[in-house]
């Protein structure tokens, strides 16, 4: 056996190597999600007898412009996490089920809907934030319309069940993923579904950017040999 022979058996090539961004992606992505979900609510954190009169509910949200700000950035960071996790594991999934299957794009294609939803939040976000630091130069009615978009879009990750929902087929039908992640996948999606059903569209954001967490930390170890 030569050395170059010896060299390319014991050497592992770039392709060989564990690729594991895809999956942190999807960790920082859920991550992100959570922080969405705990921070965002303190613009909109008034007295609600305010609602019924705009130009009372803006001036209460006076002096809150940073909170807009940190939304803008972290919806941007969700979404193209978000992205990245999609294409790993649409690759991931494509690895272990049959050529030409759905699964894999439809994992994908909810990521990146609920990504290209973040992005819309984020833009809303970019003229709340400029609304609120020059309110003597703005409307009331709309910066109360754009603060309903803020607290609505960038929470409604609903794709991401469509996401958790083929994880979970391809875990049960296939062992394409753990079954364990199969049922906490199936367990997700069932919560988003609800979420769905009724007029709280935006509690999706809950189970989902869990989900995500928690399957992007799932692929991560699995990568380094200690999942299945």
Same mark, same amino acid.
Not at 71 to 97: D, H, K
């Given at each position: 056996?030569?050395? &170059?022979t $010896?060299?390319?058996?014991?050497? /592992?090539?770039?392709?060989?190597r ?5 999956? %942190? !992606?999807? +960790?920082?992505?859920? $991550? ?7 921070f965002? /609510?303190? =613009? ?10 705009? !130009?009372?509910? +803006? &001036? ?5 412009? #940073?909170?807009?700000?940190?939304f803008? +950035? *972290?919806?941007?960071? #969700?979404?193209?996490c978000l992205?990245?996790?999609a #294409?790993?594991l649409?690759?991931?999934l #494509?690895?272990r ?6 699964l894999p794009?439809? !994992?994908?294609? @909810? ?7 973040l992005? %819309?939040?984020? @833009? ?7 609304d =609120? =630091?020059h *309110? ?6 709309t ?10 879009? /960038?929470?409604?990750?609903? @794709?991401a ?5 083929? %994880? &979970? ?7 394409? %993923?753990?079954?364990?992640?199969a +049922?906490?996948s199936?367990l ?28 992007g =930390?799932?692929?991560? $170890? ?7």
């Amino acid at each position: 056996m030569t050395s &170059a022979t $010896l060299d390319a058996t014991a050497t /592992p090539t770039a392709t060989d190597r564990p690729r594991r961004a895809w999956a %942190v !992606a999807g +960790v920082l992505a859920g $991550l992100t999600g959570v922080a969405l979900f705990l921070f965002s /609510p303190g =613009l909109a954190d008034v007295d609600r007898s305010l609602l019924a009169d705009n !130009a009372r509910y +803006v &001036a209460a949200m006076d002096g809150r412009e #940073a909170y807009v700000w940190a939304f803008q +950035v *972290l919806s941007g960071l #969700a979404a193209g996490c978000l992205a990245v996790f999609a #294409a790993g594991l649409r690759r991931r999934l #494509a690895a272990r089920e049959p050529a030409g299957g759905l699964l894999p794009d439809v !994992a994908a294609g @909810g990521l990146l809907l609920t990504a290209a939803l973040l992005l %819309v939040g984020g @833009g809303v976000s970019t003229e709340l934030y400029w609304d =609120l =630091l020059h *309110l003597s130069e703005t409307d009331a009615d709309t910066v109360a319309a754009l603060a309903t978009g803020y607290n609505t879009f /960038p929470w409604v990750w609903a @794709g991401a069940g469509l996401s958790a929902g083929a %994880v &979970a087929v391809a875990g049960l039908r296939r062992r394409s %993923v753990s079954r364990w992640l199969a +049922v906490f996948s199936l367990l997700m999606t069932l919560l988003v579904v609800v979420t769905q059903a009724v007029p709280l569209q935006y509690l999706a954001l809950a189970p989902a950017a869990l989900w995500a967490t928690v399957a992007g =930390l799932t692929f991560a $170890l699995e990568r380094r040999g200690l999942g299945n």
